[in-house]
């Protein structure tokens, strides 16, 4: 989709007030029937009027009053909320995440509207200092959430079809009143999920991420909280691609009078290139990726990755096949040789102390996905100078696997 614009919510959204909702209520329970208002009370009022708040309250507390008492106290907490705002409100309290989408979206120049039933949302802004394009008034829709009326109103003002707009919520009424309008519904929390949002998350600081990827930019890889990306191919995702031709691994094929014929004549063929995300060099943190092996051969030897063992001699690494067919060679630094089939769909475990080389076989591109320790580094220059002890070769129909001595002599390895 085309995002044109962007309607959030507010608490529980772009700001934490739900402290401040806690503290009036507990300061009016206490005061008037000196009741200890507790967490697990608080949540049954969540994203729901103040005046129902009340009645629920009453319920749960046992409290006898006159429906106009429980309709003054809701009053009352409300004005010692409206004073915490006023008081002690900050940029605390905005939502992690929520500055860096907001900047996002400007940078991308799409408005960002607020849909709030809180009459408390303009003031809130402007003491956070928060500019958005347009600030829906609750009062001037008929129908409150889970109505679309508030979106619905948010998109008018702008001249947008709801299919142009997203709206992001974290509360059940709110999801749905998305949902009503037609629009693509961010969801924070267990609500979203229940509610069918498009996108769910599980915190607002993964909502740069996401629209991120509604916006066709390169994703947003937080590497301390974890975070999620497609891994289509070929791929937008990859933060760090490199491309291998001909020219620069010349002196790891055999046929060396081939190679120089071709580089001669300007033919320098991609053999592979490969895909991988820019991870933290560090021990717990994983370096992952996606490689594509074309097919072909020099003279008659398959196309090949380098290889390599890696700095840390003991790093395992998982292979795993999309597609096409071939082999992962590998040696041990003690002489073991070990191959194994990549084949679509089976995963592939190139253990400690071996160095691994892909092949490819077949007559499809090899697409295999990676995963290693992400401080491991790569050795490629005990391959390079010695390169491995075997070799694969398609003749005719046939793959033929051979040591890499067999009819070399005077050539390089
Ligand atoms: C893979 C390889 C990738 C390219 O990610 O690095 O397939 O092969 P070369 O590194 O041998 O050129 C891997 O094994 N990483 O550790
Ligand atoms: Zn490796």
Redesign the pocket.
């Given at each position: 989709m085309e995002v044109r614009l962007v309607i959030f919510d507010l608490d529980g959204v772009v700001v934490n007030t739900d402290e401040f909702h806690f503290m009036a209520w507990e300061q009016v329970l206490l005061n008037k029937w000196g009741i200890c208002h507790t967490r697990g009370a608080e949540d049954l009022t969540k994203g729901i009027p103040r005046y129902t708040c009340m009645e629920l309250l009453a319920k749960h507390y046992h409290i006898a009053a006159t429906p106009q008492e429980l309709h003054r106290t809701a009053d009352e907490k409300n004005t010692v909320y409206q004073e915490l705002l006023r008081t002690i409100l900050s940029q605390q309290q905005i939502m992690p995440g929520i500055m860096e989408t907001l900047q996002l979206l400007q940078e991308h120049n799409i408005p960002i509207a607020l849909a709030s039933s809180s009459h408390s949302a303009a003031f809130i802004l402007e003491k956070l200092g928060l500019n958005f394009d347009f600030c829906v008034d609750p009062d001037s829709v008929t129908h409150g959430k889970p109505a679309p009326d508030i979106y619905l109103a948010a998109a008018s003002h702008f001249g947008l079809p709801p299919e142009a707009c997203v709206g992001v919520e974290d509360a059940a009424s709110g999801i749905a009143s998305i949902r009503a309008a037609g629009m693509f519904c961010v969801g924070i929390g267990m609500p979203a999920l229940e509610g069918g949002a498009d996108a769910t998350v599980s915190s607002t600081d993964q909502l740069p991420g996401v629209f991120a990827s509604l916006l066709g930019l390169p994703p947003f890889l937080n590497w301390f909280t974890g975070f999620s990306v497609a891994l289509t191919f070929p791929s937008s995702l990859t933060t760090q691609t490199t491309t291998?031709r001909l020219s620069h691994m010349a002196g790891f094929f055999r046929d060396q009078a081939t190679v120089k014929e071709l580089l001669e004549q300007g033919i320098d063929p991609i053999i592979?290139e490969?895909h991988?995300l820019a991870a933290p060099k560090h021990p717990g943190d994983v370096s992952f990726?996606l490689?594509t092996l074309y097919p072909g051969n020099i003279g008659e030897e398959c196309f090949m990755?380098?290889?390599?063992f890696?700095q840390i001699l003991e790093t395992g690494?998982v292979y795993y096949t999309l597609q096409g067919s071939g082999l992962l060679l590998t040696e041990h630094t003690d002489g073991t040789v070990r191959w194994f089939p990549l084949v679509p769909g089976s995963a592939t475990y190139a253990a400690k102390g071996f160095a691994?080389?892909?092949v490819n076989t077949g007559d499809k591109p090899l697409i295999c996905f990676?995963a290693?320790r992400a401080d491991?580094g790569?050795d490629y220059n005990t391959i390079g100078l010695s390169g491995l002890q075997k070799r694969v070769f398609r003749r005719g129909n046939r793959i033929e696997i051979e040591s890499a001595n067999v009819r070399a002599k005077g050539e390089i390895q």
């Open positions: 291998r592979y490969f991988e990726g490689t990755t380098k290889g390599h890696h690494e691994h080389r892909m990676f290693y491991a790569h």
